[in-house]
Nanobody, 122 residues
């Protein structure tokens, strides 16, 4: 079992930066791949980024590639999403997720956090 709690959301102007954090508890965190998803009002939840259990492999959606960076600190049971050059279309609720099977490109969430809201003003 993995419990996930996101933080770091807020309001930022276009072009600005935010760093989201996801604190995890549970024995399987260090062996799970971790990912971020987002959901804008009226839209389906979409994949943003994923990282392997070791942190050695990452995968990004085309819409955020080159602007967002996912990382993790297994000693702190925390995964991060550094978001730079934010755009109004990045406005969404951002969710942290864990995949026990370790998938990256085929990331399939087993556990979800409650989400943190990111609003980017133009």
């Amino acid at each position: 079992q993995v419990q996930l709690v996101e933080s770091g959301g807020g309001l930022v102007q276009a072009g600005g930066s935010l760093r989201l954090s996801c604190a995890a508890s549970g024995r399987t965190f260090s062996s799970s791949s971790m990912g971020w998803f987002r959901q804008a009002p009226g839209k389906e939840r979409e994949f943003v980024a994923a990282i392997s259990w070791s942190g050695g492999s990452t995968y990004y959606a085309d819409s955020v590639k080159g602007r967002f960076t996912i990382s993790r600190d297994n000693a702190k049971n925390t995964v991060y999403l550094q978001m730079n050059s934010l755009k109004p279309e990045d406005t969404a609720a951002y969710y942290c997720a864990a995949d026990r099977t370790g998938g990256i490109v085929t990331f399939s969430p087993d556990y979800w956090g409650q989400g943190t809201q990111v609003n980017v003003s133009s």
